[in-house]
């Protein structure tokens, strides 16, 4: 007579021979209170590293002799004189902005877009470094771009080989030069206001002390000299002349002698 097991754990008949339940999986033999093996814990899963960004663009410094708010206030001057519109701040030690460039050589007439970074710290006693950077905007490149691909479609009609070479060659420059070329020429327009605005890194110098002015000269002495005595006896011998020729009447010669004798 065959006689049939029941699991000790859920009461599940078992088939004879059999080694395990086939309901909860019980090892056969084991008692009520029997547990599993815990199965060894899953291994931890990776983590995806961070997307990478495109990569920093250009950067360039100017230290000036002041405190950091005056130079944070200095260099957010010289960002709207060279054309960019600040959207963040948190003064006095950092800013972002964004800065637009247009030439017809490397854009083509288009305007290439760039977001600036600003970083002030200060270096020492009385002196702060202000940090420009700038990076490309590549949703401007998109007109610049495309603009060169009709070029080439235009052109690939007759010259297929020769297009896709001047293709290459004008996407490779027009990428390198908005984002080197013409970053670097926009910050150096930035640093250029910045010291334009009387930051500039060069020690002030002191003008020198004005020299005392010469004393004015002495006022002339009211007293007369020979000289001018004998010009005024001159003269009134000369009246006298004119007298005895009748030239001029006797009241005028005696009026005029009376002026020249109060000078001496």
């Not at 250029?192 to 002339?220: D, E, F, I, K, V």
Request: aromatic share 6%.
């Amino acid at each position: 007579m065959t006689t049939s097991t029941n699991c000790s754990g859920c009461g599940a008949p078992m088939t004879p021979g059999a080694q395990f339940c086939g309901a909860c999986g019980l090892r056969l033999g084991a008692g009520a209170g029997a547990q599993q093996t815990p199965l060894p814990p899953l291994p931890p899963i990776p983590q995806m590293p961070r997307s990478l960004s495109m990569g920093g663009g250009p950067t360039q410094h100017a230290t000036l002799n002041c405190e950091p708010a005056d130079a944070f206030a200095q260099a957010l001057r010289a960002i709207t004189a060279t054309g960019g519109q600040v959207s963040w701040q948190q003064a006095p030690t950092s800013a972002r902005f964004m800065i637009g460039k247009k030439d017809f050589m490397n854009t083509g007439g288009f305007t290439i877009k760039y977001d600036g970074d600003l970083q002030v710290q200060k270096t020492g006693p009385g002196q702060t470094t202000a940090r420009f950077s700038l990076k490309v905007n590549w949703g401007s490149y998109v007109p610049l771009g495309a603009s060169t691909v009709v070029v080439f479609l235009l052109m690939s009609y007759y010259f297929v080989a020769l297009g896709l070479l001047f293709l290459i060659a004008i996407l490779a420059y027009s990428a390198w030069a908005v984002s080197s070329q013409l970053p670097e020429s926009l910050l150096q327009d930035i640093i250029r206001n910045l010291q334009a605005g009387g930051a500039s890194a060069a020690p002030s110098q002191t003008p020198p002390p004005r020299s005392a002015p010469p004393p004015p000269p002495p006022p002339p002495s009211s007293a007369p000299t020979p000289n001018d005595t004998a010009s005024i006896v001159e003269q009134i011998k000369q009246l006298a002349g004119l007298r005895d020729a009748n030239a001029i009447t006797n009241e005028e010669f005696e009026a005029k002698k009376a002026e020249l004798l109060k000078r001496i």
